[in-house]
């Protein structure tokens, strides 16, 4: 009996019904190839997605349906190389035919409903080890994408017979040219390629190769990168291309009919009309296009259309394709369901076969970062290839002026700036864009085209917003905008008060919010969340460029944070600050109080912040109290009572801290990189838990991070086992006029201690802090760097050593300071062990007990100190430096805290004789916290003019200019016959009332002056310059320090009555200076008393030390200090 043979098969690509039907040709979509079994079949139905088969020459439409060939023949059990299983019936009954047939055609339905599977990887790399080609697959890009999107990837090329005409008449032949071509071209390398995009589940291959062709042409032809908009032809193509396929001509008709708009006016959708539609009317247009080219399937026609810019070509999207992930692909693909963009070619690639260089639209998880090296000729790539033809506008411009990723601020002006190239043009239109490069807000219009225009920026908030500068007659003739994105902060003020109606947004007084965290929820900008008086309760967080301020009536006419204070209490830390607020957080006029710390694993597991919580923020923090916070409630681990500060650089201003508590740091701690800046901070009496070991830092804990103090104090804390006040660990520690007192702690560091880190000290007062049973009572560094400068180090006492400064194993400076009345065990002024340079100077330390100073180290230099009535002895261990002096330095009133140097003071311009450290008015620096160029210089500048003139008969006038100053009491004249002397009462030979501005005097003989003003309150200004009463001036010191001791001339030499006396010092010291006769008795001393290291004169006026003239004749001057004598021969002629 006769049967009806029907084979059912299957594969990882298609499903199929073989049956008897005799048809002359294919019909619908391509054929995946031949079949073999033991049976001969007439025809068979494939069902197939994304196949256009080239039967015999003519592209037939991919879609869904029934594939009718004749004379198929199953082969080797594969279809196309893909494994089926096959069934093979004898149906007898032709009625049982007839349903198979109508099962044949409703097959399509119920297989695009199932999509298609994942290729299977093994069998794919034995079918490329089997053919011997050389790249590798994966399932990295399958794994990543469904059946059904797998579906729609296959499918995006789609061309029809009208298509493929229109296609035809676009044929353009290049003409070769008779130098060869270049073996290797890579737009990519060249900057002509924008990013790899994904089209998702929509069949839309044609409309991303066709626009990323346009982006690729305007970067090289126009210098602008551009993200247009794939979705426009999509959505606005006349063709009915869309997401069940299309060709590149579609997209080319929007971009020569329309221009091409930007993926921010118009987002890829994935999806056809109506649920994109198209939007591209009144939208900027970035890309005009003039025509299109086709161009032939030839090597070295397509190698010559890439000179120019990428070209659009089909391909043959497979298993193999969609699973490769490297090297040179290789398929034996015959027809194109997938439409890409060729960026290059290089002759060398797949052995030395050539490949093409493939930038595809299935995003960078596809091939090689979304590309491929497809070799010439393989998967159908070079069939209907197209390249468009751009031509860019004739200006461009570029915007300038710090604009790009600028912060801007609602509501504040800035410059916007631009440049112009290429065509002049008078005016032009300036636009704004919210949501990216979508440029549909008119800043102005009709500008003149002078490069400039000052803005007032909108009040509205984006994180995105763009700028474009254009000709006033559109972008079609040039434009330019922003690359980086700018963000604007709006401002809208919030409201929150318990008589509000609790109305979102919270805009009016009236509809305030009653929790203040739902007002910060509700903020967009940087906004204000403004707060009446009360008491609020909860956690909030402030993470964007919000300000909230406290101490508004409840009408909100009116703010006094006193009178209508806002207290905020919470038992999980009451604010965190993150870092999204970034500078422009604010929290100002708020009381916290009774707040407890959140739970946080940072620093350290534990509860920490009980008020402030700030996390890589730099908010700012006014006029705030914390009272009674506390870390953790009871006492376990927990930093900071107050505020803890976890990187970032958040800056408190007029802050009060009272009664907070932590393990660490009472009221403030600081970890992670933070920089904490306090400016008028007043923290009083803020705790520990307790003393343990590993308890530090009763006020503040600053552990690898930097904390910068100006003004405020530091007292009362208690319990510290270190750092009673402030305890730094690899900390940088900045104090600058801050008072430090009453603290202190068991160990070290009863008020200020930073171990291997860095300490500076500005006019700073330290005092009454005390250590129980260590050192270091005032303040200290150990093993780091010290900057110590005009500060107070007062009634400290410490057990073991160091009571008022002490620095161990430091280098740095420790200048201008006094340290009086301090106690301790051992060195209880000051203490300096170096360990590198460390210098000492211009200090006080008087009235001490336990000894004045202790210094030592190898690169030590200590001198010009003054050391005096400190016991048991001034010094211990070491002995007095080079110009130190052990004399009551007469402060105007210490008692009362007026620490400038008084009437007859020898530490006035006392200190060491330093060009680059001098004092304010520019004379020598005075020894104290009041000398020094950081000095708050109280004293009355010094004295200017000084002269002697000779009025014969033994007399001379003393003369000077009269001080500016107002408050100008009298002058005090010094006269002493050595050049170098200390002023003292005993030489204090007249006293001017101002303003007077002479003095005439008998001198027993020849002498030196020195004058000094004396103001109302008692303070010495700095001296005159040194004149004699032969009208010479005394010692000058220049340059840097000679080498040897030597007296470098005499001149003139002979002389009469007058000459100079040239000579150098290696280093300070005592020296004399004194002319002898050839009987060797001395004539005259003109130097003796302290000198400074560096080159000096002296003159000698012809006079012995009786103020005689001396007899004409040979005379030798003889220069005397620690490195020997040196003496010169002088000759006075008459």
Same mark, same amino acid.
């Given at each position: ?14 499903? &199929? ?144 017979? =009208? ?37 998702? $589940? ?62 921010? @006016? ?11 539609? @198209? ?46 992930? &490297? ?215 402030? $993470? ?65 912040? &009980? ?17 009674? *916070? ?79 103090? *100006? ?30 007192? &009453?603290?202190? #702690? ?20 330290? $005092? ?12 200290? @560094? ?86 005096? /009535?400190?016991?048991?002895? /001034? ?20 008692? =009362? ?197 560096? #080159? ?39």
């Amino acid at each position: 009996m006769s049967c009806t043979i029907w084979t059912l098969w299957r594969s990882t690509e298609a499903w &199929g019904l073989a049956f008897p039907l005799g048809l002359g040709q294919g019909l619908g979509t391509g054929s995946p190839g031949a079949q073999k079994s033991k049976t001969t079949i007439v025809c068979h139905i494939v069902i197939w997605k994304g196949m256009a088969y080239n039967y015999p020459s003519t592209n037939y439409p991919s879609t869904w349906g029934v594939f009718l060939r004749a004379s198929m023949k199953i082969q080797n059990g594969n279809l196309r190389g893909k494994p089926m299983r096959c069934l093979t019936v004898c149906i007898r009954r032709p009625q049982l035919s007839f349903l198979l047939l109508v099962l044949s055609l409703l097959l399509p339905q119920w297989a695009l409903a199932q999509g298609l599977p994942a290729p299977d990887i093994d069998q794919l790399r034995e079918e490329v080890a089997r053919n011997g080609w050389d790249y590798e697959v994966s399932d990295a890009f399958s794994k990543t994408i469904t059946p059904e999107q797998r579906l729609n990837l296959r499918g995006g090329f789609r061309m029809t017979e =009208a298509d493929e005409r229109e296609m035809e008449a676009h044929l353009k032949i290049l003409p070769m040219t008779r130098d060869p071509l270049p073996s290797r071209l890579d737009w990519r390398e060249l900057g002509g390629v924008t990013s790899v995009k994904n089209q998702g $589940s929509c069949g839309s291959c044609w409309a991303f190769a066709a626009t990323a062709e346009l982006e690729s042409h305007i970067k090289i032809y126009y210098g602008k990168a551009m993200d247009l908009s794939e979705q426009q032809s999509v959505s606005c193509n006349p063709y009915g291309s869309g997401c069940d396929g299309g060709w590149a001509s579609a997209a080319y008709y929007c971009f020569q009919n329309q221009g091409a708009v930007t993926e921010a @006016c118009m987002p890829y959708l994935g999806a056809d009309p109506p649920e994109a539609p @198209c939007l591209q009317s009144g939208l900027k247009k970035y890309g005009y296009i003039t025509d299109y080219n086709y161009i032939s399937n030839d090597v070295q026609q397509i190698k010559l259309a890439l000179q120019n810019g990428p070209v659009c070509t089909g391909i043959a999207g497979t298993d193999l394709f969609e699973s490769y992930s &490297g090297g040179c692909f290789e398929e034996y693909g015959n027809w194109v369901n997938h439409l890409v963009l060729i960026v290059g070619y290089d002759d060398r690639a797949c052995n030395e076969d050539g490949a093409w260089i493939i930038k595809n639209s299935w995003g960078s998880d596809f091939g090689e970062g979304g590309y491929a090296y497809v070799k010439y000729g393989s998967a159908a790539t070079g069939n209907n290839v197209t390249q468009l033809q751009y031509v860019a506008p004739p200006t461009s411009f570029t915007i300038t002026g710090g604009i790009e990723g600028a912060e801007l601020l609602a509501n504040e002006e800035f410059n916007l700036q631009w440049l112009t190239s290429g065509q002049a043009v008078p005016t032009v239109d300036l636009w704004l864009g919210l949501d990216g490069h979508c440029h549909d807000i008119l800043i102005a219009e009709d500008v003149p085209n002078d490069g400039s225009y000052l803005w007032t920026v909108p009040n509205m908030s984006s994180d995105f917003a763009s700028l474009v500068v254009c000709p006033s007659t559109g972008t079609e003739e040039g434009y330019g905008m922003t690359s980086s994105r700018i963000r604007i902060l709006g401002h809208a003020i919030r409201y929150v008060s318990a008589a509000g109606s609790n109305t979102a947004p919270y805009t009016t007084p009236q509809t305030a919010a009653h929790d203040i965290q739902d007002a910060l929820l509700a903020c967009t900008g940087a906004d204000s969340v403004l707060v009446a008086g009360g008491q609020y309760r909860g956690n909030m967080v402030l $993470s964007g460029p919000v300000a909230l301020l406290g101490g508004y009536s409840s009408d909100f006419s009116t703010r006094d944070v006193e009178t209508y204070e806002t207290r905020i209490q919470s038992f999980q830390t009451a604010v965190r600050i993150l870092s999204g607020s970034g500078q422009k957080g604010v929290v100002d006029g708020i009381t916290f109080q009774d707040c407890n710390g959140g739970l946080s694993g940072e620093p350290v597991g534990g509860q920490h912040g &009980g008020a402030l919580y700030i996390s890589n923020a730099s908010p700012s923090i006014r006029n705030c109290r914390f009272i009674d *916070n506390t870390a953790h409630p009871t006492g376990q681990v927990g930093y900071g009572g107050a505020v803890i500060a976890l990187g970032g650089a958040p800056t408190l201003r007029d802050c009060y801290f009272q009664g907070n508590t932590a393990q660490k740091g009472g009221a403030l701690a600081a970890f992670g990189g933070a920089q904490v800046t306090l400016e008028n901070c007043v923290f009083e009496g803020n705790q520990l838990t307790d003393g343990l070991m590993a308890n530090t830092g009763g006020t503040m804990h600053v552990e690898n991070s930097t904390l910068i103090m *100006n003004g405020g104090a530091i007292s009362g804390s208690m319990l510290a086992n270190r750092g009673g006040g402030l305890f730094g660990q690899g900390a940088d520690v900045r104090l600058s006029h801050v008072t430090v007192s &009453g603290n202190n #702690s068991y160990s070290d560091g009863g008020g200020v201690l930073v171990s291997e880190g860095s300490l500076s000290l500005d006019g700073c007062l330290i $005092s009454g802090n005390s250590v129980t049973s260590g050192s270091c009572a005032g303040a200290g @560094c150990a093993n780091g760097a010290v900057t110590v400068r005009n500060s107070r180090f007062t009634g400290n006492t410490g057990a073991n050593m160091g009571g008022g400064f002490m620095g161990t194993g430091v280098s740095g400076v420790v200048e201008n300071n006094l340290c009086d009345g301090n106690q301790a065990g051992n060195a209880g002024g000051l203490v300096c062990l170096g360990e590198g340079a460390l210098v000492v100077r211009n200090n006080i330390v008087i009235g001490n007990e336990g000894y004045g100073i202790l210094a030592g180290g190898v690169e030590i230099s200590i001198a010009h100190n003054n050391v005096w /009535n400190n016991t048991p002895a /001034n010094y211990m261990g070491n002995s007095d430096g080079p110009g130190d002096l052990s004399l009551d330095p007469l402060f105007v009133d210490l008692a =009362a805290g007026d620490l400038g140097l008084a009437q007859f003071s020898p530490c006035v311009d006392a200190g060491q004789q330093d060009a680059a450290y001098l004092d304010p008015d520019g004379s020598r620096a005075d020894m104290g916290p009041l000398g020094g160029p950081g000095a708050d210089f109280v004293a009355p500048a010094y004295v200017t003019g000084a002269a002697v003139t000779d009025l014969g008969g033994g007399q001379v006038r003393v003369s000077w200019d009269a001080s500016p100053e107002e408050n100008i009491s009298h002058y005090v004249v010094y006269r002493d016959s050595a050049a170098v002397f200390v002023p003292a009462p005993n030489l204090a030979v007249a006293m001017v009332d101002h303003p007077g501005t002479a003095f005439v005097d008998t001198p027993p003989h020849d002498c030196y002056y020195l004058v000094a003003a004396i103001d109302d309150a008692g303070h010495s200004g700095g001296y005159s310059q040194r004149v004699d009463s032969g009208g010479g001036g005394g010692t000058s010191s220049v340059g840097e320090a000679p080498r040897a001791l030597a007296i470098t001339g005499v001149v003139p030499n002979p002389f009469n009555p007058t000459t100079r006396v040239r000579f150098d010092l290696p280093r300070t010291g005592q020296v004399s200076l004194r002319v002898y006769d050839m009987r060797g008795h001395m004539v005259r001393e003109l130097v003796s008393g302290q000198l400074e290291a560096g #080159s000096h004169d002296v003159v000698w006026n012809g006079r012995d030390k009786h103020g005689r003239d001396a007899a004409a004749g040979v005379y030798f001057a003889r220069l005397s200090s620690a490195d020997g004598d040196r003496t010169v021969k002088m000759v006075l002629a008459k």
